[in-house]
């Protein structure tokens, strides 16, 4: 019998989780202060639903796509300010970023979220006419995911508006939290979480999913990953499993504030492969 409230409440599995948030607080407040950026752009009418798009040296590529990162929090916690570094590596590599903000449950479900992303993603080409390369983290990977799945076609946006995805330590199949804690505020019937899983979606085909998670993560993160790389492998999307040393779930996209890091130049190059 698997113990899923022990599986996902990670600020449980990492004593020193707090330390580590206070960090990325720290980290990028200085990002900010130093980088090409402008914040607070509205993507909706909503009270969340603001990005910052922080740009390279010598400011928006003409050519190219541009980044979206989407951050995590299980869809009820944290926003955009906690994360401005983590376009600091995409940006030294010459990509633009937007670092976004979404409404947080209880006061919307985890499928309005989906859909303001979807709206965000279709601003951002609309604002920039760039396709869009996902990146996020917990829940921000599985809105990563949701990106690379829908149908921007019938939106009347151009097919392959989101080729591609790094998603760490996302939550591909939302039904294990039924029964935990986190669902109090996500508030997730059957019929929900299936609709919102992305492994319960048609593979994208022709896209490309990075899913990265930590080696020191529970067990139930590290089987979300293998499923999702090995179901939407099957049905024609590139895939790719890394699974990343010891590192926990808060220390785990770290590398992506580092312009030298695996994990930055793995996004890169897929973003510039694909668009």
């Known amino acids: 019998m698997i113990d899923y409230e022990a599986e996902y409440n990670n ?3 990492v004593p020193d989780h707090m330390a580590v948030i206070d960090g990325w607080a720290r980290d990028a407040a200085a990002y900010r202060d130093t980088a090409d950026c402008q ?3 509205a ?8 990005y910052d798009l922080f740009l390279p040296a010598g ?14 929090g299980y869809w009820q916690a944290l926003d955009r300010s906690f994360f401005s570094h983590m376009a600091h590596g995409p940006n030294a590599q010459g990509l633009p970023v937007a670092v976004a903000n979404y409404s947080l449950c209880p006061q919307v479900r985890v499928a309005d979220i989906v859909e303001e992303v979807r709206q965000l993603a279709g601003h951002l080409w609309e604002r920039y006419r760039k396709p869009v390369v996902a ?13 690379l799945a829908t149908d921007w076609g019938s939106r009347g946006l151009p097919p392959r508006l989101v080729p591609a995805g790094l998603a760490v ?3 591909f199949d939302l039904q ?18 299936i609709e919102v899983s992305p492994v319960a979606l048609a593979a994208p085909m022709g896209t490309r999913l990075i899913a990265a998670v930590g080696g020191g993560e529970s067990s139930e993160y590290i089987r979300q990953s293998r499923v999702i790389a090995d179901a939407w492998g099957r049905g024609g999307v590139a895939t790719e499993l890394d699974i990343r040393g010891k590192d926990n ?9 580092d312009p030298a890091s695996d994990l930055t130049a793995a996004f890169v190059s897929m973003a510039r492969t694909v668009c």
């Open 59 to 72: 400011g928006m590529p003409a050519t190219g796509p541009i980044a979206l990162f989407l951050h995590g």
């Open 169 to 171: 330590s996302g939550i």
């Open 176 to 193: 294990p939290l039924i029964d935990t804690s986190v669902n109090v505020n996500l508030r997730l019937d059957r019929k929900d979480a």
């Open 135 to 147: 990146y996020g983290h917990s829940a921000g990977g599985q809105l990563t995911a949701a990106l």
């Open 39 to 41: 914040t607070g752009i």
């Open 43 to 50: 993507y909706e009418l909503g009270e969340r639903t603001q």
């Open 249 to 257: 779930h808060f220390t785990v996209i770290a590398p992506l504030a």
């Open 11 to 13: 600020r449980a599995r």
